[in-house]
T-cell receptor, first 112, second 109 residues
Framework: NAGVTQTPKFRILKIGQSMTLQCTQD?????MYWYRQDPGMGLKLIYY???????DKGEVPNGYNVSRSTTEDFPLRLELAAPSQTSVYFC???????????FGEGSRLTVL | GQNIDQPTEMTATEGAIVQINCTYQ??????LFWYQQHAGEAPTFLSY????GLEEKGRFSSFLSRSKGYSYLLLKELQMKDSASYLC??????????FGTGTKLQVIP
């Protein structure tokens, strides 16, 4: 049972480049989330999904896009990367809405 | 909205007891989580309080008072491996789960 798997673990981007962070879970959870974590700032919700085909914005969605074509996968797309998007990104899933979160190992992104 | 306050850092001695406080302001919530996060790793679930009172789980206990807008995490018989950040989080509302900035605990010999 792998839980929540994120790739890549590390990535360096140049300003203006685009990339996709992959997230997949094998627990059949309907709820999935993307958070970013900056030093001293706590975890901030970027986007979330309550099921396949349904996504909604969180607290800090600007500069990001998501899709949820299957229950398992919830990729996060960065368009036109900016230095402000340098952060650690965590994907998470839960069985219930606002329930216990199961996190992936995180993706450390640096934009130079 | 929701606002959560925790001390930024704490230091405690191996074998001792430490209490990490969390105060919050919110218009409503389902329950309060505590997560542990070791440096460079993902957060992991510790506890979830829905009702007022103390929930005990081994060396860790968590307390909630809804009327006071207050929670704490109590760690007993501290071990070096307990050095980590402890995140208080509110469940429910538009942001689903809202996290505080976390308390970095350093356990010293």
């Amino acid at each position: 049972n792998a839980g929540v798997t994120q790739t890549p673990k590390f990535r360096i981007l140049k300003i203006g480049q685009s990339m996709t962070l992959q997230c997949t879970q094998d627990m059949n959870h309907n709820y999935m989330y993307w958070y970013r974590q900056d030093p001293g700032m706590g975890l901030k919700l970027i986007y979330y999904s309550v099921g396949a085909g349904i996504t909604d914005k969180g607290e800090v969605p600007n500069g990001y896009n998501v899709s949820r074509s299957t229950t398992e996968d919830f990729p996060l797309r960065l368009e036109l990367a900016a230095p402000s998007q340098t952060s650690v990104y965590f994907c998470a899933s839960s069985y219930e809405e606002s329930g216990e979160l199961f996190f992936g190992e995180g993706s450390r992104l640096t934009v130079l | 909205g929701q606002n959560i306050d925790q001390p930024t850092e704490m230091t405690a001695t191996e074998g001792a007891i430490v209490q990490i406080n969390c105060t919050y302001q919110t218009s409503g919530f389902n329950g309060l989580f505590w997560y542990q996060q070791h440096a460079g790793e993902a957060p992991t679930f510790l506890s979830y309080n829905v009702l007022d009172g103390l929930e005990e789980k081994g060396r860790f206990s968590s307390f909630l008072s809804r009327s006071k807008g207050y929670s704490y995490l109590l760690l007993k018989e501290l071990q070096m491996k307990d050095s980590a950040s402890y995140l208080c989080a509110l469940s429910g509302g538009y942001q689903k789960v809202t996290f505080g900035t976390g308390t970095k605990l350093q356990v010293i010999p």
